[in-house]
């Protein structure tokens, strides 16, 4: 089962805007990470954020955590045609590599 | 250094046959961790083994099971395919002392008629 969900399912935007996504999750978590998937590719890996971290970034990506509200939201700034992918969150609960995946937003990137 | 690497990336298999992939983690890392994913039901995680034992498991029938080389090389099987099985199944790795950063393959596209 999923670990929670992120908002939007799909988000279109323009080249030069900021796309921001949101991910929630239900139990404790050791850290929290996202990830881009081109499509039919494997997973690439944008950022993690420990769960005593409230902010991180990492050139156009800054990533929030809030575990009082079990969220975290993703920041991509001055959006390129070439970001356009899906975006997930993973979460990590149970420490080792047993990652919890939201569903993903889809982000299309218009030139 | 290299990523992680999966083989075959694409198979077609038959229902009823088995299929094994393949995945070599990144070099020093311990870990390595199998998913599947489908439109249907997202990414889901099979198993995880760290140095050759099986460490945690979800929620998939007996049909698929893994295991893990002296190497950290991994393989994953699947028995009695099931057109359900058709999936892209994703491998990933890291060093496996928790909180650590985890690295995805290419993934190896199942398509089971």
């Known amino acids: 089962s999923q670990q929670g969900e992120e908002d939007p399912q799909a988000l279109s935007i323009q080249e030069g805007e900021n796309a921001t996504m949101n991910c929630s999750y239900k139990t404790s978590i050791n850290n929290l990470q996202w990830y881009r998937q081109n499509s039919g590719r494997g997973l690439v890996h944008l950022i993690l954020?420990?769960?005593?971290?409230r902010e991180k970034h990492s050139g156009r990506l800054r990533v929030t955590l809030d575990t009082s509200k079990k969220s975290s939201s993703l920041l991509i700034t001055a959006s390129r045609a070439a970001d356009t992918a899906s975006y997930f969150c993973?979460?990590?609960?149970?420490?080792?590599?047993?990652?919890?995946f939201g569903q993903g937003t889809e982000l299309s990137v218009k030139p | 250094k290299a990523g992680v690497t999966q083989t075959p990336r694409y198979l077609i298999k038959t229902r009823g046959q088995q299929v094994t992939l393949s995945c070599s983690p990144i070099s020093g890392h311990r870990s390595v961790s199998w998913y599947q994913q489908t439109p249907g039901q997202g990414l889901q995680f099979l198993f995880e083994?760290?140095?050759?034992?099986?460490?945690n498991k979800g929620n998939f029938p007996g049909r698929f099971s893994g295991r893990q080389f002296s190497n950290s090389r991994s393989e994953m099987n699947v028995s009695t395919l099931e057109l359900g099985d058709s999936a892209l199944y994703l491998c990933?790795?890291?060093?496996?002392?928790?909180?650590?950063?985890?690295?995805f393959g290419e993934g190896s596209w199942l398509t089971v008629v």
């Open positions: 993973a979460t990590d609960p149970y420490q080792g590599g047993k990652l919890i």
């Open positions: 083994y760290f140095s050759e034992t099986q460490r």
């Open positions: 954020i420990r769960s005593n971290e």
């Open positions: 990933a790795s890291s060093l496996g002392q928790g909180r650590n950063t985890i690295y």
